[in-house]
């Protein structure tokens, strides 16, 4: 079936410690999202990438880092230099086709800092 | 900027109520996109509807209804006859395309839960 998985699930990790979380899809699509959930505030862009080689940064890059060297694939690496990363993380992707389509999401990674 | 308010944080009702979600929203596009999302316990974010700027008419899909009013800037999401299976964290978007990408803007959510 086709569609958007994260990996891993679940995640913890030691203050001052990288993690890199996986997002691959499926459905052919261009554009691919990264966005950080907090509880009430919604969700923010962290990045985004319209064409394989490109990312741009969103509203809240600092300390998250990014590469897109498949189609398929977009991680998204937490760096040591993010002060507050404990939270819900979701990769999104879309079709640039045609008029503005929906964004498809994976079901999310959450990450806690111990 | 773009910006999605929804205020209400929060909103519990009894099964078979009818409940509002209300969602106002920023632009000084002419052409946008708005969007609802509903996301249940498992996490994923699941559309439910787009509508376009140009296309002002009230949508229904079952026991769903949207009413879309560029005057209050407003897209409104209405369960009619509520069930426990809707309960979930909805989120209305807004279009945001900068330099040829397409983004989206979510508003904080309301998270309805639906009482038996």
């Known amino acids: 079936d086709g569609g958007i998985t994260q990996s891993p699930k679940y995640l913890f990790r030691k203050e001052g410690q990288n993690v890199t979380l996986s997002c691959e899809q499926n459905l052919n699509h261009d554009a691919m999202y990264w966005y950080r959930q907090d509880p009430g505030q919604g969700l923010r862009l962290i990045y985004y990438?319209?064409?394989?080689?490109?990312?741009q940064k969103g509203d809240i890059a600092e300390g998250y880092s990014v590469s897109r060297e498949k189609k398929e694939s977009f991680p998204l690496t937490v760096t040591s230099a993010q002060k507050n990363p404990t939270a819900f993380y979701l990769c999104?992707?879309?079709?640039?086709?045609?008029?503005?389509?929906?964004?498809?999401f994976g079901e999310g990674s959450r990450l806690t800092v111990l | 900027a773009q910006k999605v308010t929804q205020a209400q944080t929060e909103i519990s009702v009894v099964e078979k109520e009818d409940v509002t979600l209300d969602c106002v929203y920023e632009?000084?596009?002419?052409?946008?996109?708005l969007f609802w999302y509903k996301q249940p316990p498992s996490g994923e974010l699941v559309f439910l509807i787009r509508r376009n700027s140009f296309d002002e008419q009230n949508e229904i899909s079952g026991r769903y209804s949207w009413n879309f009013q560029k005057s209050t800037s407003s897209f409104n999401f209405t369960i009619t006859a509520s069930q426990v299976v809707d309960s979930a964290v909805y989120f209305c978007a807004l279009s945001d395309e900068d330099q040829g990408a397409q983004k989206l803007v979510f508003g904080q959510g309301t998270r309805l839960t639906i009482n038996p």
């Open positions: 990438s319209q064409i394989v080689n490109d990312f």
């Open positions: 632009t000084r596009d002419t052409t946008y996109y």
């Open positions: 999104a992707s879309k079709w640039t086709g045609g008029n503005t389509g929906e964004l498809f």
